[in-house]
């Protein structure tokens, strides 16, 4: 497993396909209706359409991931990457929040509860997700917003 904290390590690593890696990118379950939610979320929130979303079942996306030593089968798997950085469970949560700016920057909150509990407490949700929030189809949704940011 590679650090979270070295910027653009993937640049070095022949697997993962070259692309665009300016801005803030999230990597994130396309089938997923609880990810869905979070593009939606993402797209209303980000005025300055920084942030693009790479799926889970993408080549790309699979490679980020495994680049972290995360599996893209992984339920808990989702990356986002900032500045070269990369981010997972409910830090990658807080992240997005702090990008996104405003009242979702009260989202650095969960810093004050201990890591292994947020990773354990991410964890629970991420592999109930498709029990709890059914499933979608990220790429087929027809809203513009998530269409635009969509890295393939």
Not at 46 to 59: G, L
Not at 114 to 136: Q, S
Not at 140 to 149: F, Y
Request: aromatic share 8%; hydrophobic share 45%.
């Amino acid at each position: 497993m590679r650090p979270l904290n070295v910027a653009y390590s993937w640049r070095g690593d022949a697997a993962v396909p070259e692309f665009d890696d300016s801005g803030s990118l999230t990597v994130m379950d396309a089938t997923c209706g609880l990810c869905a939610r979070g593009a939606k979320w993402i797209a209303r929130n980000d005025h300055d359409a920084a942030f693009r979303i790479i799926p889970v079942q993408s080549a790309l996306g699979a490679e980020l991931l495994r680049h972290f030593g995360m599996e893209p089968e992984d339920p808990t798997s989702w990356l986002y990457l900032e500045d070269g950085l990369g981010y997972s469970s409910l830090d990658a949560t807080i992240m997005v929040g702090r990008k996104l700016g405003g009242r979702w920057r009260a989202l650095e909150a969960l810093r004050l509860i201990r890591k292994p509990l947020r990773d354990a407490a991410y964890g629970v949700v991420a592999r109930n997700r498709y029990k709890v929030m059914g499933r979608a189809d990220l790429c087929a949704m027809p809203d513009p917003d998530i269409q635009a940011r969509l890295l393939r």
